[in-house]
């Protein structure tokens, strides 16, 4: 796969790329990026979508904008040789790179859009929300440009212009003041707002803009803003080859391993699963939501996260699916469970209305939702013990963004982890391992050679143990 392969040196040339910033959170830079991705594409170009920060959600957009996988950069997460290794890689196959970035420019540290720019040196388009100024966007723009000189502004995009007059004050203002390029003036437009809802925005895969809709983006992005000098502005920052970078398939198959995947269970960071593709596993995908069964043959089951309170009657109604879950696992089988995924393992989950439902019962817990955030942010976990993720004191990379809670502990269970360095999480049972942390593999990919050990010596597999 492409984060796993060598890149040919050459024939080397370049191709765009570029990060869109924004000066905050809601300035109405995932819009402007889907609708920059979608112009692009319908000019003809293959465009490669990547996503600063943990999240889920924008990726899933991306991919349903431009149908290519959008990669997770976090510098903290993931490393900078991960970022820099899948960045150079998927962009090597494509015209152009875009990555969207996370909060304002310089928010988050290490983790910011602006340290993200500077260790790929790419240009950044910038965001401005105009909808309650006009000139003073100007010292906006310019406090930005000052506040780190060593990251490249190349463009300003001003959203939420109300009238012609307004666009003129902003360029009154701007003139003479700043060196960014004015890329556009983009109008308010309800039309291209996203749904929300307690974990961000709607999922691509629930089409959240229409066919229709995504048209009349794209019309509006090329008329008010100058996608020609985008592309000129960004067009020498990555190493593309003439020749694609061909991928591997003809692994020997190792093992097989079962994947959640539907509405309740949608959280996967995508580079995770195709590491483990590259190492052999077959991964086969299921729904919790509409499956009977597990699907035969696999040595374990991964259940990642998602909305599974959003969903919780149908799968607790589901019970011959619940029914098998347990069995599998109480017979020793391998389960791994991440935040939602965890919370199905669980007894019960309780929503927010008070309704309780029964879910796995793998893990002797109950879990219910709040009204507000009950824990956001980075994590790093250190192993208290050998388990399927590694040995013990190793060290893994993630993030945590829950609105639930657990209600009923047991200490029969094992605390496999520490979290950042105090507090005990990850909870183990036989091979049942699930916990709140979303794990990201690229700074320990140890962690994916030690799961699929376990996979491969495990001897039970999924229907075997109904036979």
Known sequence: YPSLLPLSTAHMNRSAAFLIAGTSSGSGKTTLTLGIMAALKA?????????CGPDFIDPSLHRMVTGEISSTLDLRMCGRDFCRNIFQRRSSLHDVAVVEGVMGLFDG?????????????????????ARSAAESVAAVVKGFEVYAEDVDIAGVVFNRVGSARHRELIEKG???????????????????????????????????????????????????LDIDRLLAISGKTV??????????????????????????FCFYYEDNLEMLEAKGVELVFFSPLTDSFLPPDCSGVYFGGGYPELHADVLSRNVSL?????????????????????????????????????????LPFGVRMKPRLSSLGYRKVALRQDCLLGAEAETLHGHEFHYSEIVKRS?????????????????????????????????????????????????????????
């Not at 000019?43 to 996503?51: A, D, E, I």
């Not at 720019?117 to 910038?126: F, G, K």
């Not at 398939?249 to 539907?262: E, Q, S, W």
């Not at 619940?322 to 469970?337: N, T």
């Open 43 to 51: 000019r003809g170009l293959s465009v490669q979508p990547f996503k």
């Open 109 to 129: 540290g290490i983790a910011s859009s602006a340290e993200l720019a500077r260790e790929l040196q790419l240009p950044v388009v910038l965001v401005v929300d």
């Open 174 to 224: 701007m003139t003479g003041v700043c060196e960014s390029e004015v890329l556009g003036f983009f109008p308010r437009d309800i039309r291209f707002e996203i749904p929300d809802r307690h974990l961000g925005l709607y999922m691509g895969e629930e089409e959240p803009l229409d066919h229709d809709q995504l048209n009349e983006l794209v019309k509006s992005v090329e008329e008010y």
């Open 239 to 264: 190493i593309k080859t003439e020749s694609p970078v061909s991928i591997d398939r003809d692994t020997p198959i190792k093992t097989r391993l079962a994947v959640a995947r539907d509405k309740a």
């Open 322 to 362: 619940l029914q098998d879950v347990f069995q599998f696992g109480d017979a020793g089988g391998i389960l791994y469970g991440e935040c939602g995924g965890f919370m199905y393992l669980c007894e019960t989950l309780e929503t927010l209305n008070g309704n309780r439902y029964a879910m796995c019962g793998l």
């Open 411 to 467: 200490e029969t269970v094992t605390n496999l982890y520490h979290v950042n360095g105090d507090r005990q999480e990850g909870y183990g049972h036989k091979n049942v391992v699930g916990g709140y942390v979303h794990l990201h593999f690229g700074q320990s990919p140890a962690a994916v050679d030690s799961l699929i050990s376990h996979l491969e010596q495990s001897g039970i597999t999924t229907k075997a143990h109904r036979d």
